[in-house]
């Protein structure tokens, strides 16, 4: 298995095998076939005609009503042979030409489902600076506000805002997944990405409105339930020491022991996310079979893809532990 299959197979892409060049190769080799038949059809029509212009009697006759027909049912004169041998080779040209067609056309809108599965992983590790910069000024605000200061109940105040930032990290979440999806498939629309084929390989019209909100919805729904569960497991929930200014995207507990708890609280949540985001679908598509659809071994893999950069992406090398920083709140971050 050469690393492309790995890749490919983590965007859920399986490429199909027929070789589009060979297919075009074999069109010409069939293509030469029908011209040399149409050649040797031309030669025997010059010698068939000699045969009745230079001689006289009732076998060249005969030879004429044999060459010309008509032939028995379902036959084909003599005459007409090499026409129907050129025809049929060429036809068999025409189909492979076809053939390599829709086999590029299809290898490229998958090429295009791979490249919006990775840029929806980028995306997705990327969208912690984004989210950090949200949460630190959507509470600034939060907290400014006078109706929030009329809540004197500590505990209240941060279920307050906990559901507001979800609420809008969601939103932004899923809604510039959306968008980037909608740009990279009108790019490769435009690109001269065969519309009908894409829609028949991605399973939906990529370009759909009802489509479109109703992955709009998924995204947002899984995203809520990201946000609970990291709220709710330790290292990444708003009680821990170890959260930072701009969020838990970046996780600041020191050593091996803040990676892997960092890691496996992203992963439950993430496996939250998809199965929220599966039972969301189910419900607006109307199957019904959301609730019996755990992630998968190719979606685990992506989440791994996702989610071991998250943990490397500020801090490579230094852990830090910043006590100073312990009386902020902070934000869940992404699926």
Not at 33 to 51: L, N
Not at 147 to 162: E, P, S
């Amino acid at each position: 298995m050469t690393p492309e299959d790995v890749l490919l197979w983590v965007a859920g892409v399986r490429m199909p095998k027929a070789d589009s060049q060979g297919a075009r190769t074999m069109a010409g080799y069939y293509r030469s076939i029908a011209d040399a038949v149409d050649r040797s059809g031309t030669a025997m029509e010059k010698v068939a005609g000699q045969v009745k212009s230079h001689n006289d009697g009732d076998g060249p006759a005969a030879f004429q009503r044999y060459w010309d027909g008509p032939a028995p049912t379902g036959a084909v004169p003599p005459s007409a042979c090499p026409a129907a041998v050129s025809g049929y080779a060429r036809e068999v040209a025409e189909q492979l030409e076809r053939f390599a067609k829709v086999n590029d056309e299809i290898r490229a809108a998958l090429w295009v489902l791979a490249i919006q599965m990775y840029a929806n992983i980028i995306f997705t590790i990327c969208y912690g600076w984004l989210t950090g910069a949200l949460e630190a000024r959507l509470l600034m605000l939060v907290g400014q506000a006078r109706w929030y200061g009329r809540i004197r109940n500590g505990l209240v105040q941060l279920l307050v805002k906990r559901v507001i930032y979800a609420l809008a990290d969601s939103v932004a979440y899923a809604g510039g997944q959306q968008a980037l999806q909608l740009g990279i498939y009108g790019t490769s629309l435009a690109a001269g990405v065969d519309h009908e084929t894409l829609t028949k390989t991605a399973g939906y019209d990529p370009l759909s409105v009802r489509a479109n909100a109703v992955q709009l919805a998924d995204g947002f729904a899984g995203n809520l339930a990201y946000d609970a569960v990291a709220d709710a497991l330790p290292g990444l929930n708003p009680a821990s020491r170890y959260r930072q200014t701009f969020g838990r995207y970046f996780l600041r507990r020191p050593g091996v022991a803040g990676a892997v708890g960092g890691l496996t609280t992203r992963l439950a949540a993430s496996n939250t996310y998809t199965y929220a985001s599966n039972v969301t679908d189910s419900y607006l598509e109307g199957d019904g079979d959301g609730w019996t659809k755990p992630p998968t071994l190719r979606q685990e893999a992506a989440k791994l893809f996702i989610h071991v950069p998250r943990i490397f992406v500020k801090y490579p090398l230094r852990w830090k532990n910043r006590p100073d920083v312990g009386a902020r709140t902070a934000g869940p971050g992404t699926p």
